[in-house]
């Protein structure tokens, strides 16, 4: 038998629908109603039609608290063993990322430990970090693989992640981000490395149905351009969306590479200079602002804010979780740095995580709340939308509903 229709209606909420080219689009007084998943009529509670009577029986009454679409956590590397606080440690006594990654640890380190260990304790280490920002109100969930490099480890990872979604009754996207770091066993062979990923791993990840876009690490201790270039024409010849780690921690104009293969974002952009920001405009491609990196790494060179503001390019943010650069499980403590350190509004951090996240995933069901869109809602311990980006750390979720069903 079929499971019940995921349905319900919340009635006087104050819902910030993120409808229209810009603004909360605020509804006071609202009601909102969905079935079968899907929102089936919003507007003021006044105005509710007769025909959802039926859900008035179990409705909530939110009494004024704020409604908005479920939250999109579109950069993550949340699938991961180990952990890496010694290396927290080693850049407060001032060792740097780069040098930390030359001698061995950064990525290459978490790839030693997530070679080790299984499936099984692949998901136990992971899902409390999904779980985490679950809690903090993200509904759908973009997750790279990376820490495996071999075939059979990437897929691993990508099951798991898809395991994630399944296990939590929410949506996660997954990405091939093969072109990492190069594993030691390819060391002084990056070229048949490279060939390898693109013309072996991606196909078969691909036809398994793993793969929903591919990445890459474009950068001084990551891959270059050219080789950047040979992975997104391999994706883009089997019709799989690219994005690109891009410009964060040297300029090798990685925006303008994404751009060139129509990304679908370019992400971090701390070094990106006009040229880049001019292609983003141009592309339609998401500039995706990690500001939990900035901070843990320190960095002083801000993404290009207002640049991008002026050339009107669309910009999300998320959490870039992952054990080295960016520890963070909370999307909202991201759109506060994203205000504090980027100096984004919190209307601006509040679109980054919901309509223009969903663009960066390519999704255009949801991200906001009108009729026929996914029902991922979340009702927050909060009366303003300002207050999603003020608080710093806590819960402030009262419940999160994906696709009609509540998820906690
Ligand atoms: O987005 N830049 C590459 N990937 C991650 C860092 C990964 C790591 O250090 O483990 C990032 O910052
Ligand atoms: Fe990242």
Redesign the pocket.
Known sequence: MNPPAAQGLILHARMATLAGDDGYGLIEDGAIAWREGRIAWLGSTAELPRAFDALRATALDAHGALLTPGLIDA?T?LV?AGE?AHEFEQRLEGIG?EAIAHAGG??LA?VRATRAADEASLLTASLPRALALLADGVTTLEIKS??ALDSEGEASMLRVARRIGSELGIDVRTTLLGL?ALPPEFSDQRADYVREVCTQWLPRLHAEGLVDAVDA?C?GI?FSATETRQMFGAARALGLPVKL?AD?LSNLQGAALAAEFGALSA??LECTDARGVAALAAAGTVAML?PG?FYALRETRLPPIAALRAARVPMAVAT?L?????PLRSLRVAMNMACTLFGLTPLEALRGVTVHAARALALTGRGRLATGLRADLVLWDAATPAELSYWIGGTLTRMVIAGGTRVA
Do not use: C, M, V
């Open positions: 950069h590397h991961f890496r990322y950064g990525i978490t990376g820490y990492h690490f950068e990551g780690h964060q992400d971090h990690l990196s870039d992952n054990p080295g650069t960016s």
